[in-house]
């Protein structure tokens, strides 16, 4: 080693020596990764990222949004909705950063990144019942949004002439189920990005759909936008909590993000950060250009007439059935279905990963073709009991919003302070802290006026009995 080669050859060792270890940073996985339904396939890219983004992030949740503004007014709606959007958009940079941590594990799942973040324990107190609730409320909500719009579809296309003999509620729902199990079949979360493209197609074409036509029709006749009078000052702070809801349930899908980007290779030359966050800025400016002029041209056609139940869908069934073409309602009928047929395979996700895992975990091998069906199967028949059951629950999305906004505004900022460590009370410090406490308060502040908006305006609770 005392030749003149010497110090070039040892340099020329030590950088592959380096580069082996860097790519060896990005590629140490957990092995029972590869049995499970998430992480499976790891060929995902930008573009499976943003079909998936699309289809999940544009949906019933939208469709509510103008109800807010029949609370917060012009103003105050405009400004809430561009600081949500800008919110959840720095929380999910904050994600995909975390995503791949300095020790090289790949948390593709948002419960290990927490229990990572805060401790075993502590993260699955605060992520376990948020994720899970997240998940599979959504599920039982688009059974009954796309059980309830196949009914309505049903009878344009058929007429007036089989109403009497078509399937009751009940029976929609249950073949909206089946549609939907059937399609839950395919086996992982990358195989399903065919899917998420035609559920991202018909998400925006149904949106719109929707505001298009609402603002050619023109507003409504005595169309009101004064806020409603004779309310006290505490019920009014409490609307306002509630509306906060709705917005923040209108951005939900944190839940799933760190679950896409687990479907992507990476490497020390192309993390997989990169290409996720491509995929999210074109999944979210089109997101954008849905979200936005649905609500403000929602509430600008339809003021504080907007159906409290069903949003634009029901004001457009509402208002414009009689004198609009029965071609373009049975489209937007259709389109809705399928966007919810679509999303319910996303949202589902998390729920048949965290089944199949306690098997795999437990017996130390793949999950069997017959018992994964068998969990699938059963977890949609739960889904179905429930949207039968309880078939009040599309009428709290207030409620839902604040129990999952700390997944969305909160946690990830808590979660970049304990895992990057920045300097304390330094500007990047007091940004997340900020952000994640106000999260957290904004969340009690939403459920408290959700449990508050249904006990003074009440709720039809109407069990086994879906209208």
């Not at 029976?171 to 979360?189: D, G, H, K, R, S």
């Amino acid at each position: 080693m005392n030749t003149p080669l010497a110090s070039p050859m040892k340099k020329a060792f030590e950088n592959i020596h380096g580069y082996l270890e860097e790519v060896g940073r990005f590629t140490k996985l957990d092995p029972q990764d590869a049995w499970l339904p998430i992480t499976e396939s790891r060929k995902g890219n930008a573009y499976y990222a943003a079909f998936h983004i699309l289809s999940s992030g544009i949906g019933f949740q939208a469709l509510v949004l103008p109800l807010a503004f029949t609370i917060l007014g012009w103003t105050w709606g405009i400004i809430c909705l561009c600081a949500g959007f800008m919110w959840q958009l720095y929380t999910l940079w904050l994600l995909i950063q975390l995503h791949e941590s300095e020790s090289g594990v790949r948390h593709s799942r948002y419960l290990k990144l927490a229990m990572a973040a805060f401790g075993e324990k502590l993260g699955k107190l605060l992520a376990l019942f948020p994720i899970m609730y997240l998940s599979g409320g959504t599920c039982v909500t688009l059974i009954m949004i796309g059980g309830g719009t196949m009914k309505i579809f049903f009878q344009i296309v058929c007429g007036e002439g089989c109403t009497r003999s078509s399937l009751s509620t009940a029976e929609w729902y249950l073949v909206f189920t089946c549609t939907a199990i059937l399609l839950a079949q395919l086996p992982n979360l990358n195989s399903i990005a065919g899917v998420s493209l035609i559920g991202a197609i018909t998400a925006v074409a149904y949106c719109a759909l929707i505001w298009i036509l609402s603002v050619v029709k023109g507003t409504l006749p005595h169309v009101s936008y004064d806020p409603p009078k004779g309310q006290s000052e505490f019920t009014r702070i409490f609307c306002v909590c509630n509306a906060l809801g709705i917005i923040a349930f209108a951005f939900r899908g944190h839940n799933l993000v760190l679950e896409i980007q687990g479907t992507m290779p990476s490497d020390a030359q192309q993390p997989s950060r990169l290409a996720m966050w491509r995929g999210c800025m074109f999944a979210y400016l089109v997101i954008a250009l849905c979200l936005f002029p649905l609500a403000i041209g929602g509430y600008w056609a339809y003021g504080n007439s907007i159906p409290s139940d069903q949003g634009m869908l029901g004001a457009l069934f509402k208002f414009h059935q009689h004198d609009t073409s029965k071609l373009i309602i049975a489209l937007t009928s259709l389109l809705v279905v399928i966007n919810s047929l679509s999303s319910f395979q996303i949202y589902a996700m998390p729920v048949f990963d965290n089944l199949e895992s306690r098997y795999t975990i437990k017996k130390n091998r793949p999950c069997p073709r017959w018992l994964r069906m068998a969990l699938r199967g059963f977890f949609g028949c739960l889904a179905f009991f429930i949207a039968v059951a309880l078939p009040f629950l599309r009428s709290l999305a207030g409620l839902i919003g604040g129990i999952a906004l700390p997944i969305t505004l909160a946690y990830p900022c808590f979660m970049w302070i304990e895992i990057k460590k920045p300097n304390m009370y330094g500007i990047i410090w007091c940004l997340n802290l900020t952000l994640g406490v106000l999260g957290m308060v904004l969340s009690v502040m939403v459920v408290i006026g959700a449990i508050w908006g249904i006990v003074a305006q009440g709720i039809k609770f109407h069990f086994f009995n879906p209208q």
